[in-house]
């Protein structure tokens, strides 16, 4: 019976100098060390994502917790946290570099994803999409961006229609000008473009109002100084992978419509 006793009461001291040792360990957090090149209000975002676990013990605090309050932020990236004894919890953080703007509030990451800036950030492609996801838009972006830059086109815009059809917003060394691209072969129907605007449009001195690339064989552009009532027709066909031009012909009353 004795030994039973000596037995359970060495058990209650053993636990008694452990918890004890626990809590002497378990000091409160005081210090919340943040690794990464943030604006003021980013940084202010971030100390309120931290605020509910300071003051919480070094190591009972529940680092995943932290780590799902931090991820809502939508501009954080490749989050790591660690616990430094005795008191220190490291933050590494990295800020989400936007590629393009979305809208009128949001932006697209390089990964497609949506992101929620705290500041503006000017000189951006801008993107204008009814139906496309982000992922598909920034898809869309760099097959043209690719094509355009060849002939050091800039894509300042892209725009998608509510019935799903692409046009972009160029700039060029010499002036800006739209061009439609239509909704099915849109690769294809830039590269047309491309060549026509190497052959056409580059000697030519004229301001461009916009050009139509969704016809089957051919490009429509209307000059800034043309009547409204009149645009030139350019027609081409496709012979070995190369455009051939055929005839330029003078087009009256055509407008911009669905090819």
């Known amino acids: 019976m004795w030994n039973r006793m000596g037995l359970a009461l060495l058990t209650l001291t053993i636990a008694a100098i452990m918890t004890g040792a626990f809590m002497l360990l378990n000091r409160p957090i005081e210090r919340v060390l943040v690794h990464g090149e943030f604006s003021g209000a980013e940084q202010s975002k971030i100390q309120q994502a931290l605020a509910p676990y300071t003051q919480q013990g070094i190591l009972t605090v529940q680092l995943d917790d932290i780590r799902a309050g931090m991820e809502e932020l939508p501009w954080a990236q ?10 220190t919890l490291e933050v590494n953080l990295r800020r ?26 000017a000189g951006l ?28 086109l800039t894509l300042l815009e892209l ?58 064989s051919g490009i429509a552009v209307r000059f800034a100084d043309q009547d409204i009532d009149a645009e030139l027709l350019a027609q081409h066909s496709w012979q070995k992978n190369e455009l051939q031009e055929e005839t330029q012909t003078m087009q009256v009353n055509m407008q911009p419509g669905r090819y």
């Open 96 to 121: 989400a570099q936007p590629i393009a703007k979305w809208g009128d509030e949001n932006y697209v990451s390089p990964y497609g994803r949506l992101l929620s800036m705290t500041e503006d950030y």
């Open 125 to 152: 492609p801008q993107f204008n999409v009814a139906l496309a996801s982000p992922i598909a838009t920034l898809s869309q972006y760099r097959l043209l961006n690719q094509i355009f830059e060849r002939e050091q």
């Open 159 to 216: 725009n998608q229609s509510p019935i799903g059809e692409w046009e972009v917003k160029l700039k060029s060394q010499k002036q800006q000008m739209e061009v439609f691209l239509g909704g099915e072969e849109v690769g294809e129907r830039a590269h047309r473009f491309l060549k026509f605007y190497r052959r056409v449009l580059q000697p030519d001195n004229r301001q461009v109002a916009y050009v139509d690339a969704r016809y089957p």
């Open 78 to 87: 490749n989050l790591t946290l660690r616990r430094v004894w005795p008191d």
